[in-house]
């Protein structure tokens, strides 16, 4: 390797990188260009140290490359600090500024839902209009328990969340309609009686709420929160209060979209558990017990944490015009 001649025709790439890497604030294509560039001296120095080793050069390229690594980790750790402020500050606080609506929307659709379930299980002949006998059979016996266990857990859990997601993606933006959430609801709490009522009806009653309450307990909370949070977004047009329509529908909106990139993650956790806990050969009562942990750990993360949030973020509101009018 000629030496001279290739560093020559690199210094103007290894100097932009040594630039870059000192700039306190870089925005997205600079950021580009640095990972670029930093790949790209990466590999210079590898040919230098093979090709025509020197000490100085090496130790020079090895100094530009540990600042931009630096640099490219600061930049990570940013996203990575904002990422987690939105789970503990912003994601939080939104749910509990909807708690009336999603807490509302929780209470109706479970009365609804033993409603329904009471009234088919009291019912037998109702049994008959839901399919033949031996199919009722053989979805009570095997098929419910078997839809937990058919598919390996990985796929299964991506399964389960992305329909998941769709849902509450669904009934929150229905919300705006109001009775398309409402159908929503309905819906999905309409099957859970049935099939609740059927199991009990059969003698299964115990295996349907062991296989139910692992998991349905938050999935079923996070369809609720999403319904109300449609539901209030309705509301925000109804009722603006000091502002017009349009700003408390986009303020409200705002909200809602906060509170339906946290359901992604929520949402994931009950697809978690749906696919390795409901689905696992832990006893029962194992199961359902890290269910209604994780459940009520939502709880208080929606409703403790998050009121602690919402407070703090009303107290910085409220100051805010105080410290505009000293400056």
Known sequence: MDLDAFVSANKDTWARLN?????????AEQTRELIVLYRRTSTHLSMIRTGAPDAQLISELSAILLRARGRMAGKNRKIFRTIVSFFTVSYPAALYRFRAWWITAAILSVAFAFAVGGWVYTHPEVHQELGPTSSILQYVEEDFENYYTNDPDGDFTMLVWTN?????AGSLAYGVTVIGAIQILI???ANVAVAGALMTYHGRGGVFWGLILPHGLLELTAIFVAAGTGLALFWSLIQPGARTRLESFVHTGYRA????????LTLFVSGFIEGYVT???APTYVQVGIGVLVWVLFLLYALVLGR???EEADAIAIKMPERISVE
């Open 257 to 264: 979209v906060q509170v339906l990139f946290g359901l992604i």
């Open 164 to 168: 998941n997601w769709y849902a509450a």
């Open 19 to 27: 630039h870059l890497s000192k700039q306190s604030v870089l925005d």
């Open 279 to 281: 689905a696992s050969i």
């Open 187 to 189: 819906g999905n709490m």
């Open 308 to 310: 602690k949030r919402r």
